[in-house]
């Protein structure tokens, strides 16, 4: 079966019921997208698939083959999406375990919602546990990237306004 | 647990480039990682012969790299920023050329046992000389480089620069010459005035952030060794249970399942014992999740299969309503009670509760003839040598041990259960061998918080004054884990936030009733202060409206004249923390001025004024490891329903050695308190933990998230614990606030049982 993962194509030998999780963590060695309950549940797990958050834990690969797969190690060349970026900026991670999964679901988000509200930020993060109760900084995070690059979701997705 | 031990390092080692390469054996070892963890930061510890009599936290490179070594293990409180910014700013160092390093399980580092809020109170001074002592070597160096008096010789960011001539030389260029300098013995010292400081008591921005949000942070679940098989652990629902049958033959047909082991167990003391399991062990993780669904197995019966934690509570609320067991006696309570113009009483209960790391347990071991290796996320490397080494019959010092980071740890990962698993299955087949535990393990199978209840009785006189006071808890002990026998409370466990109970009545009686264990006991976030802060904070805030009192000015009153008082008394010896009284007095002025400042974040006239509102404040304020802290919260509670709209937190936890760090502990300390108090509770049916997953062992979201705010009192007083102690606060307060708006008292935790959650 063949994976493309941050933009590399991977052949992989595996069941095709096999999570998607489990063949970045063990099979590509990609260790960034997190395990933490296997259930769709915590949102530790999140990467994207043709640009759309889902949980990876809860993925069959054989439902995104073909698909262009991007774990928090693609999200960016050098460590600098406007998110990773807020997030060094306010220090947002404690032990850090949910802190990938935060970012890609706010990455999904913010490129279809580039100026979010509060309670949008609340909806679209709602799936995603922090134990270490990180959540004051994701949110202050989040607006500050959002408030920083204005525009950058239109850009990418020709303009179109879904909020 | 109260380990007092500290060996306080005297000396300190410099080693050059090339030395610290040989030390660090890089090159040797039949083990590589695998290529994708560029996270990983060698451990050099237990490559340094113990000949050359040299402590390594400190080694400079000719490059100016200076790498620091962590002791402790990083679980979010930022240790790995914190203890290493202390030996920058004593040495001179810059923040930006200073690479932190963890050290392995090497007992010769003092005590490792990141549990107890104690990191920086038990190591603020030890590395403020290990840079002091680096800086001092600096200086030595290049004085004998120039043939200069060392006094003329000063070290300022980064480089020694010689007073009189201006001339400097870079950490890097003095890096071998110092390595050759006799350690300067500690009271040759000279430490840094307070008013030097350039990191200690700044926001040092924290060290594995830029890791943390690009995949590249390695925890214990990320560890990957070349050949290592996977592990997927069935183990027994219920303590004391042993494996009765087992048939694995549809799980060996699972493609990828490479063996079945069994594991022993169903020890009692369940201590750190693996329990009785049988894993099975496959190439890659999924595989072994499939087989293990494929076992077919039964369990023996054991007498804690008739535990119910509902029934459980009842039982420990009808024993603390009848005389316990005295502990402290002040006055005659009894007496006055009876004399008392008034009397009331509560009973409150809090469930089991279970850490819920946002990392489930893991452990990588290699088990070889004599000795094992091993990567795992724990909090004490070297309880993990003694457990490991007990397991695999080899003396403590052949289990080498590397910590990862640890996805969270809350005092789960100072029980190395899962590293001894790991050790066990290796040895036995041969191979590395991962131990991933899944959430639904962890749930089923963690050492739980205690359930508990607790009664409280006081008297008022005439005037509205406490003239009496009693309180009785009863829950299982921590001590159950480790001993058979143990029935009641345990000393160590009152020292947290019960026996040292603050107030002023001159006639008061602390007590404890039976409780036996029934599954295994542990340690998480605040330990018994979250059962005993949750009854002494809301006893007094319900005397204070029987009193008719503002609750501030109440708290004021029943704490009393400023003082520091030791809580012991008679056989009671308050532990302290572990500290002295001398260095860390239980302090009421510091907690009074924290009552304070808590009370101002609130408008508590409502509370005095009667409700009407739907909208109210609580406060609670509470002594815990070293430190003081209150919280105000503000509810809204409408038709059943609960809003909390914001929370607010003041401490004094002396020194902040990282303000930013501390913060962030607070606002993690006020999410904890939340999520335990609002929706946490571990439930047993027939001996077996019925909870599995999020859904039914729910943690704080982040739109229930309310608003928060955190104040850090300045204080000079020594640097306190800090991960622990804004937990305790946060039940009480919004519980006094659900009061206040609503009138409703609520004394069993958790809250979602009484009211619906926002």
């Given amino acids: 079966m063949e994976l493309t993962v941050n933009g590399e194509k991977h052949q992989i030998d595996a069941d095709e019921n096999m999570p998607l999780l489990w063949a970045l963590r063990d099979l590509l060695q990609l260790t960034g997208t997190k395990f933490g309950c296997g259930a769709g549940l915590c949102g530790a797990c999140t990467v994207h698939a043709d640009g759309m958050a889902i949980r990876a834990c809860l993925t069959p690969v054989k439902a995104v083959a073909g698909q262009q797969i991007t774990t928090i190690e693609g999200l960016s060349s050098a460590g600098d999406h406007p998110l990773q970026e807020a997030w060094i900026k306010h220090n947002v991670p404690q032990c850090g375990y949910c802190q990938a999964g935060q970012i890609m679901t706010a990455a999904a988000f913010?490129?279809?919602?580039?100026?979010?509200?509060?309670?949008?930020?609340?909806?679209?993060?709602?799936?995603?546990?922090?134990?270490?109760?990180?959540?004051?900084?994701?949110?202050?995070?989040?607006?500050?990237a959002a408030a920083s690059h204005p525009g950058k979701g239109d850009e990418i997705n020709g303009g179109e306004v879904n909020g | 647990m109260g380990a007092k031990s500290m060996d306080n390092r005297k000396g300190i080692a410099l080693v050059s480039r090339r030395k610290f390469l040989q030390l660090a054996g890089l090159s040797g070892g039949s083990l590589i990682l695998g290529a994708s963890l560029p996270g990983w930061q060698p451990a050099w510890a237990s490559g340094l012969e113990a000949d050359t009599k040299l402590n390594l936290f400190v080694s400079v490179d000719s490059d100016d790299t200076v790498s620091i070594i962590c002791h402790r293990s990083e679980m979010g409180q930022g240790i790995r920023t914190g203890l290493p910014q202390v030996v920058a700013d004593e040495m001179e160092a810059e923040w930006a050329k200073v690479k932190v390093v963890q050290g392995l399980g090497d007992k010769r580092y003092g005590s490792q046992n990141t549990d107890g809020s104690r990191s920086v109170r038990r190591f603020y001074d030890t590395m403020r000389k290990m840079g002091a002592s680096a800086r001092t070597m600096l200086e030595e160096a290049a004085a004998q480089r120039w043939s200069v008096p060392v006094a003329e010789c000063e070290a300022r960011a980064h480089r020694v620069h010689h007073k009189p001539s201006g001339k400097s030389a870079s950490f890097g260029e003095l890096a071998e010459l110092a390595a050759t300098q006799k350690v300067p013995d500690d009271a040759s010292l000279k430490l840094k005035p307070a008013e030097s400081f350039k990191y200690i008591g700044k926001p040092v921005p924290t060290y594995d952030t830029p890791d943390m949000v690009t995949g590249k942070a390695v925890f214990g679940q990320d560890v990957v060794i070349d050949n290592m098989l996977i592990a997927s652990i069935e183990r027994a629902p219920v303590l004391g249970s042993k494996l009765e049958k087992l048939d694995d033959k549809a799980a060996k047909k699972i493609t990828g399942v490479i063996a079945v082991e069994r594991l022993d167990g169903g020890i009692e003391p369940p201590l750190f014992h693996p329990l009785s399991g049988v894993a099975v062990l496959a190439t890659n993780t999924w595989a072994t999740m499939q087989g293990r669904k494929a076992l077919k197995l039964s369990w023996s019966d054991t007498p804690h299969a008739q535990h119910d934690s509902a029934s459980f509570i009842e039982t420990l609320k009808q024993r603390v309503s009848e005389p316990g067991k005295v502990i402290t006696q002040h006055g005659d309570a009894q007496k006055a009670l009876e004399a008392a113009d008034k009397r009331l009483q509560a009973t409150y209960s809090a469930p089991y509760l279970a850490h819920a790391t946002m990392e489930p347990v893991s452990a990588t071991a290699l088990a070889k003839e004599d000795g094992c290796e091993i990567w795992a996320c724990v909090q004490d490397p070297q309880s993990v040598q003694a457990h490991v080494g007990t397991a695999l019959g080899l003396p403590a010092e052949k289990i080498k041990v590397n910590v990862t980071l640890l996805g969270g740890g809350f005092g789960r990962k100072s029980k190395p259960d899962f590293v001894v698993e790991a050790a066990l299955l290796s040895k036995k087949t041969g191979r590395p061998v991962k131990v991933v535990w899944s959430r639904e393990d962890d749930i089923h199978h963690d050492y739980y918080h205690a359930a508990s209840a607790a009664f409280f009785e006081a008297g008022l006189d005439k005037d509205g004054k406490v003239s009496s006071w009693l309180q009785r808890t009863a829950f299982p002990s921590i001590g159950g884990t480790f001993a058979p026998g143990a029935d009641h409370p345990a000393p160590f466990e009152l020292d947290l936030g019960f026996a040292d109970m603050p107030f002023a009545i001159d006639n008061r009686q602390c007590e404890t009733a039976q409780a036996e264990y029934h599954t295994r006991i542990g340690w998480l976030r605040s330990v018994s202060n979250i059962q005993n802060a949750f009854g002494v904070c809301s006893f007094a805030d319900e005397v204070a409206h029987a009193a008719g009192s503002n609750p501030e000015?109440?708290?004021?009153?029943?704490?009393?004249?400023?003082?520091?008082?030791?809580?012991?008394?008679?056989?009671?010896?308050?532990?302290?923390?572990?500290?002295?009284?001398?260095?860390?007095?239980?302090?009421?002025?510091?907690l009074k001025e924290v009552l304070r400042r808590t009370a101002a974040k609130a408008d508590l006239s409502s509370v005095a004024n009667g409700r009407s509102s739907g909208e109210g404040w609580g406060i609670a304020v509470h002594r815990s490891f070293l430190s003081y802290v209150g919280i105000a919260t503000k509810v809204r509670v409408q038709n059943g329903k609960l809003e909390i709209l914001e929370m607010h937190c003041v401490c004094d936890v002396g020194l902040a050695v990282n303000p930013d760090r501390v913060e962030s502990q607070m606002e993690g300390a006020m999410v904890f308190g939340l999520s335990l108090a609002l929706m946490g509770e571990i439930k047993m049916e027939k001996g077996a933990v019925s909870n599995s997953n999020f859904h039914d062992y729910p943690l704080l979201r982040i739109q229930q998230c309310p608003a928060m705010s955190v104040e850090i009192i300045a204080s000079e007083e020594p640097p306190a614990g800090v991960g622990e102690p804004g937990v305790p606060p946060v039940a009480p307060s919004i519980t006094n606030a659900i009061f206040a708006a609503s009138g409703t008292r609520i004394r069993d935790l958790p809250i979602n049982r009484h009211l619906t959650l926002a």
């Fill in chain 1, 110 to 144: 913010l490129e279809k919602n580039p100026s979010p509200s509060e309670a949008d930020i609340n909806q679209a993060m709602s799936g995603n546990l922090c134990r270490c109760g990180t959540y004051p900084r994701i949110k202050a995070a989040i607006k500050d």
């Fill in chain 2, 553 to 590: 000015e109440f708290l004021l009153e029943l704490i009393g004249p400023d003082r520091k008082f030791d809580p012991s008394q008679g056989e009671y010896k308050y532990n302290n923390y572990g500290e002295s009284q001398e260095k860390f007095p239980v302090d009421t002025a510091r």
